[in-house]
């Protein structure tokens, strides 16, 4: 199976700053023959179900704010929020779909 | 409006069995793929099973392969998650989520339905 993990497993960040969350596989997640990285980003508030932000790594999601950026390749992944707002605190998930499907064990961001 | 409405959730002793049900709508259900995805109280997200369009291909986690089957009924646009041989450790929020390409990510998620596996 393909190990997702995550850094760091929380961050407090200031309204208007930038957050970054890390994805690590334990593989390649890069599909050569169509060049795309099988990732995904989630965004989960309390109470809801999860909300795909990013895929392909780096597509975003129809009706996700440009603020939600992903980028990477292989083994090596990053969800930027460019300028948090208070309605992105949750937690967020990174998804590896190339074999299977495995999640990393989440991201909590809140504000400082 | 593409909606998923799980339900059929409960408490239920361990060793016994569960059926769970997710009605589709506002898309035409069988031309797509979907899973089930939980989530144990205060963990992470664990996916459980998928299914294929047309319901001839299926795919278990490890950790519930021989005693979870996953089905459905297009003509009733309903997916299916029989529980059989529960453990304490099957105890959590069961999400039925929609597959946008045959090989994919979910982008469309439902509200959730709680199993909670307790003598």
């Known amino acids: 199976d393909i190990v997702m993990t995550q850094s760091p497993d929380s961050l407090a960040v200031s309204l208007g700053e930038r957050a970054t969350i890390n994805c690590k596989s334990s593989q390649s997640v890069l599909h050569s023959p169509n060049d795309k990285n099988y990732l995904a980003w989630y965004q989960q508030k309390p109470g809801q179900p999860p909300r795909l932000l990013i895929y392909w790594a780096s597509t975003r999601q129809s009706g996700v704010p440009d603020r939600f950026s992903g980028s990477g390749s292989g083994t090596d992944f990053t969800l930027t929020i460019s300028s948090l707002q208070a309605e992105d605190v949750a937690v967020y998930y990174c998804q590896q779909y190339y074999s299977s499907w495995t999640f990393g064990q989440g991201t909590k961001v809140e504000i400082k | 409006e593409v909606q998923l409405l799980e339900s059929g959730g409960g408490l239920v002793q361990p060793g016994g069995s569960l059926r769970l049900s997710c009605a589709a709508s506002g898309f035409t259900f069988s031309n797509y793929a979907m899973s089930w995805v939980r989530q144990a109280p205060g963990k992470g997200l664990e996916w459980v099973s998928a299914i294929s369009d047309s319901g001839g291909t299926t795919y278990y986690a490890d950790s519930v392969k021989g005693r979870f089957t996953i089905s459905r009924d297009n003509s009733k646009n309903t997916l299916y998650l029989q529980m059989n041989s529960l453990r304490a450790e099957d105890t959590a929020v069961y999400y039925c989520?929609?597959?946008?390409?045959?090989?994919?990510?979910?982008?469309?998620w439902g509200q959730g339905t709680t199993v909670t596996v307790s003598s």
């Open positions: 989520a929609k597959e946008p390409a045959p090989v994919g990510f979910a982008d469309v």
